[in-house]
């Protein structure tokens, strides 16, 4: 299954709070596309989910301070 | 004056570009030490201080550099430096963050900085000016803690050392198995490196220990005795825009000018810069954030720059006071804004926490 958060508009920590609570709904092995636009997120979020396990499949810049990441749940 | 004009809006702009490319934040630094149970800002934080004391201290003894001697205003430094850490979870950034943040074009941010301003200059110099002076009086007359205990500096700069030096030891041992992937680069060389290359945190807080330390020997060449600071210059910017005196421009006031200008180069030669408008609640968050953080700043003498990274690193008690006081602030205001609607998600409104309560 693939989850789509949007958080655009969000400041830090809450695109990293929503999506803690977003891959805590999923299963292992689903995937979350995360799109964000703050500028901090692209330190933190993908620091966490290394450190969680999760794995990144995906993490590119999509436009002017807009990033996507994509998590594959552990 | 062109040589402050020069001097300070260059400090600034290099501080303003190291932390947008760095994600440099005390915010998270203080924050996330309970709230994602995270330490790597904080020792970032630390590794700023620590570089910064072992040059203030050398440039001192060279002359170059002058330790200043207030006496330790411990009331107003607690309070103040609660409701400040309060103030910057709020506005989700601290005084120095929320003014490169607001480069970076986030309306949010820039309302935060706007009445951040407006409150440190009404608790300065404006309304509530005999209120601070009367909470910053209540002072202890030895300004650091080397001069208590009758101690050499060195002795509490090797302790620094040796407490963050254990520190990044530790962070880097668990980090060497962590494998965090990075965008595929779209730029090479120089150009990769400073517009879109990933810093460690560890690497910024160095360049901003070396940043905060060169703001010493600049400043006093004009005649002010002190490091970074943002709270008082914010607040003469103030009164200089409405008074139209220009004796209320001095070196700090060109350092947070260049801060907008590196961190507006920074984020814009990367593609990060944009307006961005959040949402209702986070809107009135930033407000109500600014003002928090002006008040706490001003009754403590400093924010998370003046106190936290500037006044710990010549080891006074006003530094190292301010931090614990603002962590608790930062931490209380987590958990009011962030773990707690967690926990009770049907708690969104005002109006609704009755139902809820019934639950």
Known sequence: ?????????????????????????????DE?????????????????????GHHITHFEKTGPAQWSITLKKK | MLFMVISGLATGTAFGFVCQRGRFCVTSAFRDLYLAKDSKMFIAFLIAITVQSIGLFTLSALNVA?????????????????IFGLGMVYSGGCAAGTYYRAAEGLIGSITALITFMISAAVMKFGLLSQFTGEVLSVGYAKTTIYQTFSLSPWILVSILILVTG?????????????????????????????????????ITGILIGVIALA????????????????????ANLVVFLVSGNYSVLNWPVFLVLGILVGAFAAAKLSGEFKFRTPDTKTMVHSLEGG?????????????????????????????????????????????????????????TTPHQTQTSASN
């Open chain 1, 1 to 29: 299954m693939i989850k789509k958060l949007e958080v655009l508009g969000l400041v830090c920590p809450f695109p990293l709070v929503k999506a803690k609570q977003e891959i805590s709904q999923l299963n292992s092995g």
């Open chain 1, 32 to 52: 979350l596309v995360i799109d964000f636009d703050c500028t901090q997120a692209t330190e933190t979020i993908p620091r966490w989910a290394a450190e969680a």
């Open chain 2, 66 to 82: 002058k330790i200043p001697t207030e006496p330790f205003p411990w009331l107003g430094v607690i309070t103040g430096g609660f």
């Open chain 2, 166 to 202: 254990y520190l990044v030891w530790n962070y880097r041992k668990k980090e060497k198995k962590l494998y965090i992937p990075e965008m595929v680069p779209q730029r090479k060389g120089l150009n990769h490196l400073l517009f879109e290359k990933r810093w460690h945190p560890f």
């Open chain 2, 215 to 234: 703001a010493w020997p600049l400043s006093l060449v004009t005649g002010r005795v002190g490091g970074l600071g943002i709270t008082t210059p914010s």
């Open chain 2, 291 to 347: 003002v928090l953080m002006g008040v706490g700043a001003s009754l403590a003498g400093g924010c998370s720059i003046g106190n936290g990274l500037v006044a710990s690193a010549y080891l006074s008690w006003q530094g190292w006071i301010a931090i614990p006081s603002m962590i608790l602030g930062t931490w209380a205001a987590s958990y009011l804004i962030i773990i707690r609607p967690m926990r009770h998600p049907q708690i």
